[in-house]
């Protein structure tokens, strides 16, 4: 079974940075392409960012600018930098693997860490 362990969530001001990191069990070339989410409390999950094997990244509009998607395939983990945070930044941070078998596609996850900015 597949493990995604997320952490470097916490408590910073508007303005700071936090850097996310998801070590998986396996190899990040297991999988097609890795993300981050984020669900903030009364909102439905989002994408923040992914990244592909090939390394081709795509970012929400709110992360464009100041998040950085990255991965350290040695290490088997992906790194989610985020500068100049905002309040609104506010949530909890899921780390997500999908990949796909002969049976389908399919989505592991992680257990999230929570991101809180203050003003």
């Known amino acids: 079974q597949v493990q995604l362990v997320e952490s470097g969530g916490g408590l910073v001001q508007a303005g700071g940075s936090l850097r996310l990191s998801c070590a998986t069990s396996g190899s990040l070339f297991s999988f097609n392409a890795m993300g981050w989410y984020r669900q903030a409390p009364g909102k439905q999950r989002e994408l923040v960012a992914s990244?592909?094997?090939?390394?081709?990244?795509n970012y929400a509009d709110s992360a464009k600018g100041r998040f950085t998607i990255s991965r350290d395939n040695a290490k088997n983990t992906v790194y989610l930098q985020m500068n100049r945070l905002k309040p609104e930044d506010t949530a909890v941070y899921y780390c997500n693997a999908k990949g796909s078998s002969y049976v389908g596609p399919y989505d592991y996850w992680g257990q999230g860490t929570q991101v809180t900015v203050s003003l």
């Open positions: 990244i592909t094997n090939a390394g081709s990244t």
